[in-house]
């Protein structure tokens, strides 16, 4: 199958992972933190992550080449391409590309961000082209936080499941 | 093919069976005490087990009489990491991006 019918054939939500939070900020103030390559070495990637920019074009089609450095000390290359950006509410990038030693890792981002009193509801959706894509990635950043487990709250965790 | 981890993503996908390692989580069970909660036949529950087993998921004892079962953690570890371990990327990215924006807001 090629990877066009594959993807058609999986709805979107089945391979897209989506993360939630209402953000204590006014809506301009989070947009802004995702619009200068100075603000996102704050706080892109979980603790222990950090990253190095090599170019940053905030605007339509306009490209993120960064290194992401994991805690394990293994690297990540990545690249990012904005393809919708409307301020305060929207981010649209795309992730991926075939620049060498790049992560094969392609998937859109959507950022949306809605004001709520003097806070703000963040949507963060990640669709990936196949459910095969989804947990391969799934799998190769678990890896990386694997070590901070515990039995603990794998307990939580199988509770909640039920 | 299939992995470990598919047959054991694919044991856990029955709530059944969740419920299951989730009163194995508290410690071990023979099947009439982990029948009890449930609805269900003896035979009913050992075909659950069977296929916890076959994941790798429980573990049941040699004695021939109560034979009771208990959880193995290594591999539902495993599954559970696979499961939370993106999430947590993005989760822990938020973290850090409140953390930031409370002190920006600070310095105003």
């Known amino acids: 199958m090629t990877l066009a019918a ?19 900020a ?11 390559a100075e603000h996102l070495a704050h706080w892109w990637g979980p603790t222990g992550f950090s990253i190095t920019t090599f170019a940053f074009e905030f605007q ?4 993120w080449r960064f290194v992401m450095h994991g805690p394990d000390g293994r690297d990540y290359q990545n690249r990012l391409v904005f393809e919708t950006i409307e301020p305060p509410a929207r981010i649209l990038s795309r992730h991926g590309g075939d620049d ?9 981002t959507r950022v949306t961000l ?6 703000t509801r963040l949507t963060w ?35 909640g499941l039920g | 093919m299939p992995d470990h981890l598919s047959v054991t993503l694919s044991a856990l996908a029955d709530p059944t069976r969740r419920a299951i390692l989730a009163r194995l989580a508290l410690g071990e069970a023979t099947v ?3 029948a009890r909660p449930f609805a269900m036949s003896g035979p009913a529950v050992t075909k659950h087990l069977n296929v916890l087993e076959k994941a790798g998921l429980i573990r049941r004892g040699r004695d021939a009489q109560r034979r009771p079962c208990r959880l193995e953690a290594a ?23 409140e953390d930031y924006l409370q002190e920006l807001q600070k310095k105003d």
């Open chain 2, 75 to 97: 591999r539902l570890k495993e599954a559970a990491e696979y499961l939370v371990g993106f999430r947590q990327f993005f989760e822990g990215s938020l973290d850090r991006l």
């Open chain 1, 114 to 119: 809605e004001p709520e009193g003097d806070k």
């Open chain 1, 60 to 63: 339509v089609g306009g490209v």
């Open chain 2, 32 to 34: 009439g005490e982990l």
């Open chain 1, 125 to 159: 959706q990640v669709v990936f082209v196949s459910i095969a894509e989804r947990d391969r990635i799934a799998r190769e950043y678990g890896a990386v936080e694997g070590g901070q487990q515990t039995v603990g709250r794998l307990a939580d965790y199988v509770g």
């Open chain 1, 100 to 108: 060498d030693g790049l992560e094969l890792a392609s998937h859109e």
């Open chain 1, 6 to 24: 594959q993807t058609a054939a999986e709805p979107e939500e089945a391979r897209s992972i989506v993360i939630e939070r209402l953000i204590s």
């Open chain 1, 26 to 36: 006014p809506r301009e103030l989070v947009f802004s933190a995702f619009t200068t």
